[in-house]
């Protein structure tokens, strides 16, 4: 599984799985900015602390999308739950993207960004769709959509990241989502003497 | 995902395993429970004991599931949850919606009351 990307540094060409790929872009901290484009279509960007990925709009970037998601998440030192609730968060970003908003159009692209910062781990997924019409999004919770087959996936971004952030606009939908790191130096408190 | 079929004292029991997600489970989950229907099987219990990951089409497979069975004059209940299904039922308020059994013995007898 996962879809090898041929990167061109400048050491020379490196054929690298997307998590692989976005797990060096993230924690090696060095300059590095670059973009590769695989067989398959898919772009990646790198620099020092961020990385985006432009994909297809199909089933297949929903998968990518979730195992990327888990392992950046797991390489932040998220505990297993979070990393679970990270990636079916980005994986619902991603069906969202692919379906809702590209409608598995061929000539509209998903793109997908992972940024590591001090504090958080910052995703950003956009569409090329119509723009989501955020006050048309249900509840669904509410008693008469409880048994509705479908209109559960921002609900569940929601409940799984810290921060949730969608900007709709006629060229797409931008959806960022924010998980805190917990435990590195700036949140522990001083140990006890 | 994988689906098998078997009966206990008239109830159809699904043991299903894997990942229950877009694309993937979802269309097996479905024709499953609809091919049990049209042959007149009707007390469905699906074991989920092995499927250890859930989307929200998944989810929503699962109510399709219920709801289908219900419109149909049968009855579709779940058994053997893991934590993450289980918790991802609580939090869309589903878990009291669904039949839900712990024990497959007890589960079927529920059937026969």
């Known amino acids: ?193 | 995902m994988k689906s098998s079929t078997r009966q206990v004292d008239g109830v159809t029991i699904v043991d299903l395993s894997g990942r229950i997600t877009l694309g993937e489970g979802s269309v097996v989950l479905r024709d499953t429970v609809r091919d049990l229907l049209s042959k007149g099987q009707k007390k469905i219990l699906l074991n989920l004991g092995d499927v250890n990951y859930i989307d929200s089409s998944g989810i929503g497979e699962l109510v399709s599931a219920y709801t289908t069975a219900k419109n149909q004059g049968g009855e579709l209940k779940l058994l053997n949850l893991t934590k993450k299904v289980h918790d991802l039922l609580q939090i869309t308020k589903l878990y009291t919606v669904f039949d839900v059994k712990e024990d497959e013995a007890a589960g079927v007898k529920s059937f026969n009351k």
Request: charged share 25%; glycine share 6%; aromatic share 4%.
């Open chain 1, 1 to 193: 599984m996962g879809i090898a990307l041929t990167f061109a540094g400048p050491t020379g060409k490196l054929s690298l799985r997307p998590s692989t790929a976005f797990g060096l872009a993230l924690w090696a901290r060095r300059t590095v900015a670059s973009e590769a484009k695989a067989d398959s279509g898919i772009i990646c960007s790198m620099s020092e602390d961020r990385v985006s990925y432009t994909l297809d709009s199909t089933l297949e970037t929903v998968n990518n999308a979730e195992e990327t998601a888990s392992r950046m998440a797991a390489d932040a030192g998220f505990d297993e739950e979070e990393i679970m609730k990270i990636s079916m968060a980005v994986r619902e970003a991603a069906v969202n993207a692919v379906l809702h908003g590209n409608a598995y159009d061929p000539n509209k692209k998903v793109t997908l960004a992972f940024e590591r910062t001090d504090h958080d781990l910052v995703i950003v997924i956009r569409d090329q769709g119509k723009g989501l019409d955020v006050s048309r999004i249900p509840d669904p919770l509410a008693p008469d959509n409880l048994m509705k087959t479908s209109g559960r996936g921002i609900f569940l971004i929601r409940s799984f990241m810290d921060v949730v952030e969608i900007h709709p606009s006629q060229s797409g939908t931008e959806l960022k989502m924010i998980k805190h790191v917990r435990g590195n130096p700036a949140d522990s408190k001083e140990a006890p003497q």
